[in-house]
């Protein structure tokens, strides 16, 4: 009996460190997906930026185009 409880206390932390680490992959997965996505995001509200900044450019170019048109 003694000897299961050495192997016991030799195992418990080698199978709690092997589930830390395997939940510390998982999350370390998670994050970098996550990061992933909020790059799309950032790209895509770049992209949306860019082409409000140049409608508004083009609507007032149009504006001041029809104020001075005869």
């Known amino acids: ?18 589930q830390y680490r395997l939940e510390l992959q998982q999350t370390q997965l998670r994050l970098e997906r996550s990061n992933k996505e909020f790059q799309k995001s950032l790209a895509q509200l770049a992209h949306n930026q860019t082409t409000m900044i140049e409608s508004e450019k083009n609507a007032s170019s149009w504006s001041t185009f029809c104020r001075y048109s005869p």
């Open 1 to 18: 009996m003694a000897l299961l409880q050495v192997i016991a206390n030799i195992a418990a932390p080698r199978i709690a460190s092997s």
